[in-house]
């Protein structure tokens, strides 16, 4: 038929296509945010045509990675985890598994899978990401560090704080042999270490730590960079544990807006600044002003990283704490049941500081009712959660110790 493209010849536009844009489409980092913007959508194009006429070249399997790894960064989350896949799958026929494109592949699936708070399948692409770099370059190379703090983070999120801050040890141990201690991944490394020891009450420490991590990135990344506004946002909510709100606020309205200038408001980013800035708030008695905020960053966040995430339970059990310090007991108990319902759904089974949180909050409500035996019994699942993570020092201890001793006291009356 007169004007039929052959297959052969359709498939060689297609390769001419990919090479075009694997020459044009950059590996998705902060300066090169909006140039991807540009062009993600020619990328998904071609690879559509690609999957279709069946090809599996290096060029492909480099743009579907490309289009994943800024897909993560624009927050779609699972068309992240796909494009991730089909590289990752690509590059094993093309390499075998033992190859470094297949880790980056199982990184940035893990990556992906953060976020939506799947930490089970995140854990497990980290794990076999070290592993195949264990193989490639040894255990004390730079990649397994990097890859290791990741891990660190997840198991910090799962309230594993003993593991996390064992790995971030092994990683620190690293960087002395590797990078040294004026690189930009030692500060990320000082910082999710930070984290750790904030999560265990060590706030002093956690301070230290992420000013040390500040001081690096002055000298690196510079202010105006998400990096850098993630340590001043930590940094903020230390400083607010030891009620030094003035410096609290300064450094969350800082990160604030310096996520809002390089995300735009909507960002997951941005919905946290909000909350932080909004606790801050709560601490010193400002209910209607934190009220306000954590509104905002429900909003952001439901239309961003939807309502069946951790982050997004973390938004709601802020707001009921508002409610319930103005003594509405019940918009505070049904803001701590979603909370709660929530956890428990993205942790499946899996102990957790936030799920204590909210019983403990529950404990409180239960308490003021009255209701001692309910309340003991919401209290003690949420002192059951902090011993199991071995959180005896824990600061929300002590408090939690005194509701139960309180409860134990009226009932033996």
């Known amino acids: 038929m007169e004007g039929k493209v052959s297959s052969d010849t359709l498939k060689q536009i297609i390769e001419s296509g990919i090479t075009a844009i694997d020459q044009t489409f950059p590996i998705s980092t902060f300066p090169t945010r909006k140039i991807c913007n540009r062009y993600i959508a020619h990328a998904v194009s071609i690879l559509t045509f690609a999957e279709r006429a ?23 989350y699972q068309q992240a985890v796909e494009h991730f896949q089909k590289a990752l799958n690509l590059y094993r026929h093309l390499h075998g598994e033992a190859d470094e494109k297949v880790a980056e592949c199982y990184g940035g699936m893990a990556l992906a899978y953060y976020p939506q708070g799947k930490y089970t399948e995140a854990i497990t692409c980290f794990q076999s990401a070290i592993e195949i770099y264990q193989r490639l370059f040894g255990p004390q190379s ?12 997840v198991y910090w999120s799962q309230g594993r704080h003993q593991e996390a801050s064992e790995l971030y040890n092994v990683v620190l141990k690293i960087d002395a042999n590797t990078i040294g201690s004026e690189h930009p991944s030692h500060a990320t490394h000082l910082n999710n270490l930070g984290l750790v020891c904030w999560s265990q009450g060590q706030f002093d420490k956690s301070i230290d ?17 998400p990096d850098y ?11 607010q544990s030891l009620k030094r709100f003035p410096e609290a606020e300064e450094h969350h309205r800082r ?70 310090m103005q003594g509405k007991m019940e918009q505070a108990e049904d803001y701590f049941n979603e909370a709660l319902a929530i ?61 139960i001793r309180k409860c134990e006291s009226a009932l033996t009356r």
Request: include cysteine; glycine fraction near 6%; aromatic fraction near 10%.
């Open 54 to 76: 069946e090809l599996s070249s290096e060029g492909v399997a480099g743009v579907f990675q490309k289009a994943a790894i800024h897909l993560t960064a624009v927050v779609q």
């Open 142 to 153: 730079e990649k397994v560090a990097d890859y290791l703090n990741e891990l660190g983070l």
């Open 209 to 225: 730590l992420y000013k040390q991590a500040l001081t690096i990135g002055d000298n690196t990344i510079g202010e105006e960079h």
């Open 229 to 239: 506004a993630t340590r001043l946002n930590n940094l903020g909510t230390a400083l």
């Open 255 to 324: 990160a604030l807006l310096i996520r809002e200038k390089i995300f735009g408001k909507e960002h997951p980013d941005c919905a946290q600044s909000l909350c932080n800035l909004a606790l801050a708030y709560w601490a010193q008695e400002k209910y209607e002003e934190a009220k306000s905020l954590y509104r905002q960053a429900l909003t952001i966040d439901a239309k961003t990283i939807g309502k069946d995430h951790p982050d997004y339970a973390i938004d709601l059990n802020n707001l009921a704490k508002v409610y319930y």
């Open 343 to 403: 956890y428990k759904r993205a942790y499946k089974g899996t102990d957790h500081s936030n799920i204590a949180v909210v019983y403990s909050w529950l404990g409180a409500i239960r308490m003021d009712q009255e209701k001692y035996d309910e309340a003991l019994v919401y209290l003690l699942q949420a002192n059951d959660i902090y011993e199991k993570l071995l959180l005896h020092e824990h600061p929300e201890m002590q408090n939690l110790w005194v509701k």
